[in-house]
């Protein structure tokens, strides 16, 4: 059952951008402009989106909101103060609630924020990615290296004292010294949170065909490793601790909503193709913005599917997300053949067993998946190795199949399966 004391958090998927990066396979779109006539019918389909949550809800106390994409920070001040104002109306949002905004550095300006700032967003996510010109072009991405310092400067002046930067490590032709150069750039803005990701080469995108070309090299496994432990170093080196597997924050600025994805919490994603997960009960909504907006003019649901997953699923799920972070797993939540097949590691050094919870060190980190595959005796689904994207959703949370389904979520999901047979 729904416990509606219970934390919520809500995503809200923005799809635009201005140019698509080469590496990244989200789900999102290329415009020349998103000026408050073109973007009205999006975002009222999100307030509609809010208004269905709410009501099949309740007023949930919303401890996180999250506005992702795509480039958040291409949405005007009205549009974002419209959807703010919506979930303000219809759920407990209070003063102490983490309001996150992604945004990347060439879209910014000191008025956007300022405004945004007032709005009460207080934590910014921003795409740095890389320090290095050579790098930053490989990535197709269009900012450079001065605009992030810039942008950090705007924001700072604005008022947000909890700004996160993303970097990308891994990309061809990134030297050691290239990835430290990105590194140290960005600890002098003295960020409050540090999100360090290794390059995905994944199918289908530009950078694959490139790869696959031999035009760029595939990222080479033990330089990566190379770099995850230089950063680790340098980040630990001022105060930024490791939280999750790839995050490093400040006392107290670890991404709140993040943590109710590793944690198994419950998040309602709102937009096109973003993905729920509310008391055991898992659901996407339809990819397309167009068919999204559509099905929410027409008071149905923007929900494509939905999916119940075993006990066994579930645990499977369990284990793999929360041995990404530094708090680990309790043994109650480990089998004794789990036990057994982690004593190895303990042993070696990869897994550390501290106050009845199993946690990686630093060189087990950097093996995770493989001893989460042993753990499990390698009988994790493909679909579980990748950790929640915030973006697209592609691995939500593990569900109970005894739990029912409530009523009115079946009706929902009924309407999306009609609507889906008349739009295709």
């Not at 609630?97 to 550095?105: D, G």
């Not at 909890?162 to 960005?186: F, H, K, Q, R």
């Not at 070309?213 to 496994?221: F, V």
């Not at 994805?261 to 055991?280: F, K, M």
Request: charged share 25%.
């Amino acid at each position: 059952m729904v416990d509606a004391s219970s934390p919520l958090g809500l995503y809200l998927h923005i799809p635009w951008c201005r140019a698509r990066c080469g590496y990244c396979d989200f789900n999102t779109y290329v415009t020349d402009t998103t000026n408050p006539a073109e973007t009205a019918p999006y975002v009222e389909a999100l307030r509609r989106e809010i208004s269905l949550a709410a009501k099949t809800l309740g007023a949930r106390w919303v401890r996180t909101v999250y506005v992702g994409g795509g480039t958040p920070s291409l949405l005007s001040p009205i549009d974002l103060s419209r959807l703010v104002s919506s979930i303000r109306r219809q759920f407990d949002l209070d003063d102490t609630a983490e309001i996150s905004i992604e945004a990347n550095p060439e879209s910014l300006s000191l008025d956007w924020l300022s405004d945004v700032r007032d709005l009460g967003v207080n934590r910014l996510s921003l795409g740095m990615q890389s320090a290095v010109p050579k790098v930053l072009a490989t990535l197709d991405r269009q900012h450079t290296p001065g605009r992030v310092v810039e942008a950090v400067d705007w924001a700072r002046r604005a008022g947000f004292d909890n700004i996160s930067l993303d970097l990308i490590y891994g990309t061809p032709g990134e030297s050691m010294a290239d990835w430290e150069t990105s590194l140290v750039t960005a600890l002098s803005l003295k960020p409050d949170h540090v999100s360090a990701y290794s390059l995905i080469v994944e199918p289908g995108t530009p950078l694959a065909k490139r790869v696959e070309a031999g035009e760029l090299a595939a990222p080479d496994e033990d330089e990566l490793a190379d770099k995850y432990i230089q950063a680790d170093r340098l980040l630990s080196t001022v105060g930024l601790n490791w939280y999750e597997v790839s995050n490093w924050a400040r006392p107290g600025r670890e991404c709140r909503h993040n943590l109710v994805y590793w944690r198994s919490g419950d998040w309602w994603g709102l937009g096109a193709g973003a993905h729920s997960h509310i008391d055991g009960t898992r659901w996407w909504n339809v990819k397309r913005p167009a068919t999204y907006v559509g099905r929410l003019a027409q008071s149905g649901s923007p929900m494509q599917g939905q999916e119940i997953l075993t006990k066994t699923e579930r645990h499977e799920e369990t284990v793999m997300l929360k041995l990404r972070l530094a708090e680990g797993i309790s043994a109650a939540e480990l089998g004794d053949e789990e036990w057994e097949r982690a004593e190895p590691y303990i042993r070696s050094g990869h897994l550390v067993a501290s106050g009845g919870r199993l946690i990686c060190t630093l060189t087990g980190r950097l093996i995770a998946d493989a001893i989460i595959r042993d753990l499990l005796a390698d009988d994790v689904p493909q679909r579980l190795w990748r950790a929640p994207d915030v973006g697209s959703g592609s691995t939500g949370m593990s569900i109970d199949a005894t739990v029912p389904i409530p009523p009115q979520w079946v009706e929902a999901l009924q309407q999306a399966e009609s609507a889906d047979g008349q739009a295709g």
